[in-house]
C-alpha cells in the first residue's frame, strides 16, 4: 500500500460536528446543551481540531437559539481542554456582512483568542488578500494559528495555478497552514491530486483540505488528496454528514487504517460519540430544521456550484415567497449571476448576495430590482472581483458611480470607539460591543433578554 502514498505520516482530522456540520445540514439550529454531552468522548479522540465556532455560529447562536455566542465558546474551551479549538472568519468581514473597520478586526481576534479560539481559518469571499492582511496580522499579534484559506472554485479565471499563487502569497503573509475550502464539493479527486501535490513543492507549510459531499465525490477526494500528501482534512461526524456537509469521519479513519496515512483515530470513541449525535440529529429532523434536500448527493451542483448552506438559504428564501416549486430555476440562474458579477466563489457573503439576486431574478424579472448587497459587490465594496464584470449590468445596479479600485478597508476610518460608545447602554462587556457591532439589528435585543433572564423567549423560530 505504500506506493499509493507520497507520505508516509498519519492523516490529521479536523472535526466539524460543532460547526460546519449543522451549519450544512440544520442551518446551525444545534444548541450549546446538544454539545457538551459529547465533549468528553470528543476531546480524547486526538483530532488536530474541532471547529466549533464562527460561520453562521455567532449569529444563530443570538438570533434563533438564545445562547451567548461568547458564553458557547467558553463553555467549549472548558469542556474541550486538550483540543485545538477552530472558528472560521470572513477576513475584513469578521462574522457580519460588510468590511470593518481594522480597529475592529484586530479587537474581534484578540476576544476570540482570549475567549478560546486556538486556530483562525481567514478567507475572503474573492480571494482578494488585502482582505486578509488585517485578520492575518492581528491573529498573530495575540498569539493564534492563521489558516488562510483560498475559496476554491472553477471558472475561466480559477485554475490550479491561480490557486497555487495565492498560496504562495499567504505563506509569504504569515499563514501557519494553507487551507483549500471546498464550499461545494466542486473539487474532483483528480484535480485535487494535482493541486495538493504542487502545493506540497511550492509551499513549506501544512495543506489543510476542506470540502462538502454535495456531489457525491467529497471521500474520494480526500482519498487522492490523501495520497498526494495533503496534511489535514474536515470531517464530520456521521450523524451530521455528507450530503452539503463533509465526508464521515468515522468512513475516512477506517478506509486508512493500516495504510502510511493511517490516522490512528479510535473508531470505537468515534462511534461513540456518534451515538450522541445520532438522538440530536433525530431531534432536529422530527422538529423540521433538518430539510432531506441537504442529505441528498446532487450533481448538478457541479454546474450551478451551490455550496450547502446557500442551498439551505435558497430554499429558505422561496419558501417564504410560496415558490419553493422554483428552486430549479433559481439553481440554473445562479451561474448566469455569477457570470455577470464577474465570477465570485459562491461563499459567505457572494453566495447569500449571488443566491438571493438570482431568486429576485426569477420571481421578478431579471435585474428588474437589485440588493443594496449585490449593488455593493458591482461597486467593489467587497474587494476585486476576479473576473470581468457584465458592464451593462453594473452599470444597471450602480449607474455612474466610481467602481472602488483600493483594499476596500483603506477608506474606513477606525470606528471601535464610536461603536463603544454607541452602544454603552446596552453592552456589558467588550464581547457584548462586538456582538452589537456585527448585528446592530440582533444583539442589542438578545442582551437586554438576556440580562432580563429572558432569552429562551426568542427561540420560538427554532422549533417551528
Known amino acids: 500500500m505504500s506506493e499509493l502514498f507520497n507520505s508516509n505520516t498519519p492523516l490529521k482530522i479536523t472535526d466539524t460536528i460543532l460547526r460546519d456540520a449543522h451549519q450544512s445540514q440544520a442551518a446551525t439550529r444545534m444548541r450549546l446543551e446538544d454539545m457538551l454531552p459529547a465533549c468528553e468522548v470528543l476531546d480524547s479522540i486526538g483530532y488536530w481540531s474541532i471547529e466549533c465556532w464562527g460561520g453562521a455560529t455567532f449569529d444563530s447562536c443570538m438570533r434563533f437559539l438564545g445562547e451567548d455566542p461568547w458564553e458557547r465558546l467558553r463553555t467549549l474551551r472548558k469542556a474541550l481542554p486538550n483540543t485545538k479549538l477552530q472558528m472560521l472568519l470572513r477576513g475584513q468581514n469578521l462574522l457580519g456582512y460588510r468590511h470593518y473597520a481594522d480597529d475592529m478586526v484586530e479587537e474581534f481576534c484578540a476576544k476570540s483568542i482570549e475567549n478560546g479560539i486556538d486556530i483562525v481559518r481567514i ?17 498573530k499579534k495575540y498569539g493564534g494559528m492563521v489558516e488562510a484559506a483560498m475559496s476554491y472554485t472553477t471558472s475561466p479565471v480559477h485554475n490550479e495555478d491561480y490557486f497555487v499563487d495565492k498560496a504562495v502569497v499567504l505563506e509569504q503573509m504569515g499563514a501557519d497552514t494553507i487551507c483549500i475550502k471546498d464550499m461545494a464539493n466542486l473539487l474532483l479527486p483528480a484535480d485535487a491530486y494535482s493541486l495538493v501535490k504542487k502545493l506540497k513543492e511550492k509551499v513549506s507549510i501544512p495543506i489543510h483540505l476542506h470540502t462538502h459531499n454535495t456531489t457525491g465525490t467529497g471521500s474520494m477526494v480526500y482519498l487522492m488528496a490523501a495520497m498526494a500528501g495533503v496534511d489535514i482534512v474536515d470531517c464530520a461526524l456521521s450523524p451530521f454528514a455528507n450530503g452539503t456537509s463533509q465526508p464521515a469521519t468515522e468512513s475516512l479513519v477506517a478506509t486508512l487504517r493500516g495504510t502510511d496515512r493511517d490516522t490512528g483515530l479510535d473508531l470505537n470513541k468515534l462511534n461513540k460519540a456518534a451515538v450522541h449525535f445520532k438522538g ?19 450533481p448538478n451542483t457541479l454546474l ?16 417564504q415567497a410560496n415558490a419553493e416549486y422554483r428552486l430549479e430555476e433559481v439553481l440554473q440562474e445562479v451561474p448566469r449571476v455569477r457570470k455577470d458579477f464577474g465570477y465570485p466563489p459562491l461563499v459567505t457573503p457572494t453566495s447569500q448576495i449571488v443566491g438571493t439576486q438570482a431568486v429576485l431574478n426569477v420571481l421578478m424579472g431579471r435585474y428588474k430590482s437589485f440588493t443594496k448587497e449585490s449593488k455593493g459587490l458591482l461597486r467593489g465594496e ?30 474606513l ?50 422549533i417551528k
Open 280 to 298: 440530536v440529529a433525530a431531534k432536529m429532523e422530527s422538529a423540521g430544521t433538518i430539510s432531506s434536500k441537504v442529505l441528498r448527493v446532487d
Open 413 to 462: 476610518e477606525p470606528e471601535l470607539v464610536k461603536i463603544k460608545e454607541q452602544y454603552s447602554d446596552i453592552a456589558k462587556s467588550e464581547e457584548d460591543v462586538l456582538s452589537c457591532a456585527m448585528f446592530p439589528q440582533v444583539a442589542p435585543e438578545f442582551i437586554k433578554k438576556r440580562d432580563g433572564g429572558d432569552v429562551r423567549e426568542i427561540n420560538v423560530e427554532w
Open 123 to 139: 478567507f475572503d469571499a474573492l480571494n482578494d488578500v488585502r482582505n486578509m492582511e488585517a485578520a492575518i496580522r492581528s491573529v
Open 382 to 411: 467587497y474587494g476585486q472581483l476576479p473576473g470581468e464584470v457584465n458592464e451593462e449590468i453594473r452599470k444597471l445596479a450602480i449607474g455612474d458611480d466610481q467602481v472602488i479600485s483600493c483594499r476596500p478597508a483603506d477608506l
Open 304 to 319: 450551478y456550484q451551490v455550496p450547502g448552506g446557500m442551498l439551505s438559504n435558497l430554499i429558505s428564501q422561496l419558501k
